[in-house]
Each structure stands twice: as C-alpha cells, then as structure tokens.
C-alpha cells in the first residue's frame, strides 16, 4: 500500500485527494495536504448546494485531526469562498470538518464523548486544546445530530416542569421534562412565567391543547402558565413538596418551642452551690428538645429505637409539638390513601388543621387548600416529579464534574444531550466506523 492510500485510510474521510504530507520535528506535528474531488467542491456549508465562488484566490487553512500515537495531526487544504443564493457568502463546505470548525468531525466526536464523561480540564489535557473550547465542540455535535430540536415535542401529553440552580447567585434553568419518554424536551435560563412562557409559545395550538398533564410545584407563576396556554391540562402536585411545606412548618414550631423554653430556663433561679436540698428538682426543658430535628421529620417506619425514645419524651413535654408531628403524618397519608378515598381523608386534614391552634399549620391548611385540586389529581393521576428530580440531580452533577459552565448555551446543549436518547447516539470514532482493512504489501 502506499503512503498515500495509507494516509486516506488512517484519516477515515471520503472525497478527498492526498497531495502530500510533511512533519515538523520542533512541535512533533504530522501536516497532511490534501483537497476536497471536484464533486465536493465549491458547495455551500449550511444547504450543501453547488455555488459560483465569490473570489478567485483561496485561502490556506488548517484542521486538527486525532492523534496518530503521541504526534498531533493536522489537516491543510486551500478553500474557497461561494455565494449561495440563500446563505449568501461562506467558506466552502469541506467533507472533514463541520462549518465553523477548526478540528474535523472524528476529532470533536472524541471531545465531545469525552467530554460528557470527564471534567473539562481532562478533556483538554488529554486532547491538547484549549479548556474553552470544549463546550463550543460539544454544542456543534449536539447541532450536527439533534438540528432542530423541536422534535422532542411531537407527542406531549404528560410533561414536568422545574427549575434548578446552575451557579450561586439565584442563577437557575427552568426543565421541562416528558413524562412518557423520560427525556428533557426543553431547557430555558431564567425563572419565571416570561422564561416558561418562551417554551409554550413554540408549540403549536395543536401541542398545547394535547397536553393533560402537568406536574411541578406549587410555584403560581407555574399554575398562571398552564392556566393560560394548556386549557386541557390538570395541574398535579408532587407529594414530596406538599409534605415537605409540613416538614418546614413543624421545624418553626420546633425553633420557636426551643426559643421559648430556653427563655423559660435562664429566668429560673440558680441554685446555690453544694448538693441540693431534699426534695429539690431543677427541671430544664431545652435541652430535650435538641436533636429531635430528624425523628420528627422522619417517617414512623424509619426511625431508630432512639429517635421512637425522643418522640416519646416529645410527646408527654411537648403537646403541641407532637400535635405538629401527627398533622405532618396526617398530611403524609392523604397521599397514600388511594384515590377513592384522598377527597375524604384532605377535607379532613384541612378540617383538623385549621382549627388545631398552631398559627403556622393554619397557614398551611390555607396554602393546600389553595392547591387542594392539583393534590386530589396527583393521587388520582399517581403522578409525581419525582423523574424531574432525578433529572435535576444528573444536572447538578453534571454541573460539578464539569466544574461549572461559563456560556449557559453550552450548559443547555449539554443538559440536552445526557438527559435523552443522544446521549447513547454519541459514540468513540472507531466504534462508528463501519470497516477499516489494511493490508501491507
């Protein structure tokens, strides 16, 4: 075989012309020339029609290749520049790189698998390049398989939406996430009804009036959105964050009962020194109260023998704080109750915790009532978000593995990517290819 059918094999791209190859022994780069054939040449690289070139002269450009062994590989040719009819002037289109690119399309596939697997410092360590120019790769290989991404909404009847911090400073993305499939379909930056309204306003009348279903948290920007743009959708709830309002209002309760008894406490007289006298009892109650944070958040089956212990000792020194933990139960079990029996068993709840004399569960006994409608549709529907969590979860640890995002593009793309079918579509070069022979003569 010879050197320049070896080179074409090694470099795995068809079209092409091997003109003549040099290698420069300071840097330990491997320079390849080649060109596009005839077929290929003077095409527009957004359309890929034939076009009339714009200017005689070409320009010499170059293209980072993989490695072959520990020497980097370099792609140069001389390209035109065309005038499409309807792009109107570009570079020409060439069979080895993707338009806007300097490294050709086995090279940013490695990145990119990379890159979705290891931090970006890694990334760039191993490939030789820039850290910042891994999320730009990644973004064009996610264009290259996914162009239009409105294709993740064809379908949609049962969708989740939520938000997640991606930096500090109150920095989120709002998910919007397909029951059905398991995928994300839509990421915006921002919060808020104008970022959720963006994804409403590119489906069609058709999309919106097809969906059922929608399951978030009780965020009223959210219930304003579905109202206005879904007429056919019931609103559900997620358990987890109507039990978790309890939860925080059973935690002020607990705060403000240790508050008062540790003021109790210190108005106590102090004992003089020596042992005490016969008959003399000191009782200090904040102490008790310390450490049953968790035994009160936790579910009855959960606890351990000594978190039982202190819920007992809750429950003869503190009344109405036990009061607080059974009304978070109670709240607990409208969720398990079963559908024939959740429009009894929350009229019941609202009834006992409006009038229990807790300020902060009659609040509460408000706030459900408000949401009263979304929580009988959750257990009717059995809907919950808990998959948009997870999904929220992959994004956070997406996010620190890559050591944060500073173009929030890059982040969306990414998002899009690994919480999808894309995610198995991207693979290493060698396992796309279809064949590779070589034979030595």
Same mark, same amino acid.
């Given at each position: ?307 039982? $212990?202190?819920? =007992?000792? #809750? ?5 109405? *704080?036990?009061?607080?933990?059974? +009304?978070?139960?109670?709240? /607990? ?76 593009? $890059?982040?969306? =793309?990414? #998002? ?5 079918? *894309?995610?198995?579509?991207?693979? +290493?070069?060698?396992?796309? /290819? ?8």
């Amino acid at each position: 075989m010879s050197p320049k059918k070896l080179l074409k094999k090694l470099l795995n791209v068809n079209c092409i012309k091997i003109i003549n190859a040099s290698f420069e022994v300071t840097s330990q780069s491997l320079y390849i020339h080649i060109k596009a054939t005839k077929g290929k040449q003077k095409r527009c690289p957004i359309c890929g029609r034939k076009c009339t070139g714009y200017d005689a002269t070409t320009k010499c450009r170059k293209w980072r290749h993989l490695d072959f062994g520990s020497c980097a590989v370099f792609i140069v040719a001389d390209v035109h520049r065309v005038e499409c009819p309807e792009h109107g002037v570009h570079t020409e289109m060439v069979p080895w790189a993707n338009h806007h690119s300097s490294y050709t399309k086995e090279f940013e596939q490695q990145v990119t698998y990379l890159a979705l697997r290891l931090n970006k410092k890694e990334v760039s360590k191993l490939m030789r390049i820039s850290w910042n120019t891994v999320g730009p790769v990644l973004s064009r290989t996610k264009n290259i398989y996914e162009p239009d991404s409105s294709v993740r909404f064809k379908n949609l009847t049962r969708i989740g939406i939520d938000e997640t911090s991606y930096k500090k400073g109150h920095k989120y993305v709002t998910v919007v996430t397909d029951h059905d499939t398991n995928q994300v379909v839509w990421v915006g930056e921002g919060t808020g009804k104008v970022v959720l309204e963006k994804f409403f306003k590119l489906l069609t009348a058709e999309q919106r009036n097809r969906i059922t279903l929608v399951s978030a948290d009780g965020a009223r920007w959210i219930k304003s959105c579905i109202d206005e743009y879904c007429p056919n959708a019931e609103r559900c709830i997620d358990g987890f964050h109507v039990v978790s309002w309890a939860i925080d209002a059973m935690d002020t309760l607990r705060k403000e009962i240790w508050h008062n008894s540790l003021k109790c406490d210190r108005s106590q007289s102090k004992r003089g020194r020596g042992r005490p006298k016969k008959g003399e009892k000191v009782v200090k109650k904040a102490p008790s109260i310390k450490s049953t944070k968790y035994p009160l958040g936790k579910n009855p089956e959960n606890l351990t023998p000594y978190q039982k $212990n202190k819920l =007992d000792e #809750i429950k003869h020194l503190y009344p109405i *704080l036990f009061r607080g933990y059974q +009304l978070k139960e109670g709240l /607990r079990f409208v969720f398990q109750c079963g559908k024939e029996n959740v429009d009894h068993e929350l009229n019941k709840w609202l009834a006992w915790a409006c009038r229990c004399r807790i300020p902060v569960f009659v609040e509460l006994s408000k706030k459900i009532r408000r949401h009263k409608e979304a929580i009988i549709a959750t257990v009717h529907h059995g809907l919950s978000n808990a998959r948009i969590e997870s999904m929220n979860n992959k994004i956070k640890v997406m996010i620190r593995k890559a050591y944060g995002f500073r173009n929030i593009q $890059n982040l969306i =793309d990414m #998002i899009m990517i690994v919480c999808s079918d *894309l995610y198995k579509k991207i693979e +290493l070069p060698y396992e796309i /290819r279809q064949s590779m022979f070589i034979q030595f003569d």
